[in-house]
């Protein structure tokens, strides 16, 4: 397949600005940009999918170049439905340091921060060199400005397109791109640039985009909808993000295995084949969770997450480290186990049991287990038990987990 056939066949093509597009990507060896503004200091899954774009076109031989957004992060795109909030310039700063050395870690491709050329214009000249190209009609046709104008939209907000495309025209102008590729909400921006290029330079650029990442309910992954999955690990373990992609619904698993990873067309399909004669082996999951996580975090976090969740799965939690046993039951019931505390207080004074009776009965039914092993003894001391002198990891029945730590 041709580069251009292969991201279709992805999915992960849903606007091109020309026709032209298909055969420049084929035959030439373009320098092009995707960008994101600095809402955070990471990343997250629903970046993935867009910012792997850059590595897929670099494999054809095009140049990418990863764009932070220094500049309109101070401003902040309009959301379909409400104004952004706006967040402190000390905190813009911080989240461009880190997704910058992010962006360089995972990808290891040239940064840029559209600080750098937009902070010494001053209003006049913005006005005069760009605003003067641009007419408020064709502003005003924005899907996104135009769904504001019932409930209003501030002249910042308003603005915001004209800044992304005075990014283009720049890094035309100096760094010689001519495509910019986005999620398929940057289309209105997009195109603004290529129409700005047009007038003040004489100039083509091309513009393509993306559909969206959605999770299993049909929702974006991002921070604003609360349900980001970050790149980081210190922020989404490695661990978290298996957890998350083993779990993937069958109705999306092959369009995240396209989108997410690259892995050719004969193995996905090779793959699809065999995961629907037995779904219930996960494969498709289990593949995608190894490919993403292998990418981002390297083989030796993906053994481990995996090493993880085989561990929690069997319920034997005796092979983890204190740390990763706390990775493993974030979320769960927590409590403190201060002092010599027998099984049957930890199972009482910590609402694992109702009553001394009913403890005893888990107790006698084999349903009690300290760090996957059954206890049948009342009175034994639970913090000699303690994983690394830290931990204690209480099960009651198949699925009901505690975490006791030792004070």
Not at 31 to 54: E, K, Q, R, V
Not at 58 to 67: Q, T
Not at 83 to 97: D, G, L
Request: glycine share 8%; net charge negative.
């Amino acid at each position: 397949m041709t580069l251009f056939e292969d991201l279709k066949w992805r999915g992960l093509i849903k606007d091109i600005s020309s026709n032209e597009l298909e055969k420049k990507l084929n035959e030439e060896k373009l320098t092009f940009y995707i960008g994101t503004d600095p809402t955070a200091d990471s990343m997250h899954i629903g970046h993935f999918s867009s910012f792997l774009i850059a590595t897929r076109l670099a494999k054809y031989g095009h140049k990418p170049i990863l764009l932070i957004g220094g500049a309109t992060g101070l401003i902040g795109d309009p959301k379909p439905s409400k104004e952004r909030q706006m967040i402190s310039k000390e905190e813009v700063k911080k989240n461009v340091e880190g997704l910058t050395r992010q962006a360089k870690e995972i990808f290891g491709f040239e940064v840029v921060n559209n600080y750098d050329w937009t902070k010494d214009i001053n209003i006049i000249d913005f006005l005069r060199d760009y605003g003067k190209y641009i007419n408020v009609n064709y502003m005003l046709d924005k899907d996104i400005i135009n769904r504001r104008l019932e409930s209003g939209i501030t002249f910042c907000e308003f603005a915001y397109t004209l800044l992304q495309g005075m990014d283009f025209v720049h890094l035309n102008e100096t760094k010689g791109v001519t495509l910019q590729v986005a999620g398929s909400d940057q289309w209105g921006n997009i195109t603004t640039g290529i129409e700005l290029a047009r007038k003040k330079n004489d100039v083509e650029l091309f513009g393509m985009t993306m559909p969206l990442v959605l999770d299993a309910n049909g929702v974006k992954f991002g921070k604003t909808e609360g349900n980001a999955l970050w790149l980081d690990k210190e922020k989404t373990s490695s661990y978290e993000l298996y957890q998350y992609l083993i779990n993937t619904s069958d109705e999306v698993i092959i369009d995240y295995l396209k989108k997410l990873t690259f892995l050719t067309r004969e193995e996905i399909e090779s793959i699809e084949r065999e995961h629907f004669e037995c779904p219930e082996k996960r494969l498709a999951q289990k593949t995608l969770a190894k490919e993403v996580i292998t990418f981002l975090h390297g083989n030796e976090e993906y053994l481990k997450a995996f090493k993880m969740s085989e561990v929690l799965f069997s319920g034997d939690v005796s092979d983890l480290t204190s740390s990763e046993i706390e990775i493993c039951f974030k979320g769960v019931p927590t409590f403190d186990i201060i002092g010599e505390t027998t099984l049957i207080d930890a199972l009482v004074n910590n609402n694992i049991a109702t009553s001394k009776r009913e403890a005893r009965e888990f107790i006698n039914a084999n349903a009690i287990s300290v760090n996957g092993r059954a206890i049948n003894d009342e009175n034994m001391i639970i913090n000699s038990l303690a994983i690394d002198g830290r931990v204690i990891v209480i099960r009651r029945g198949k699925k009901k987990y505690f975490l006791g730590l030792i004070k």
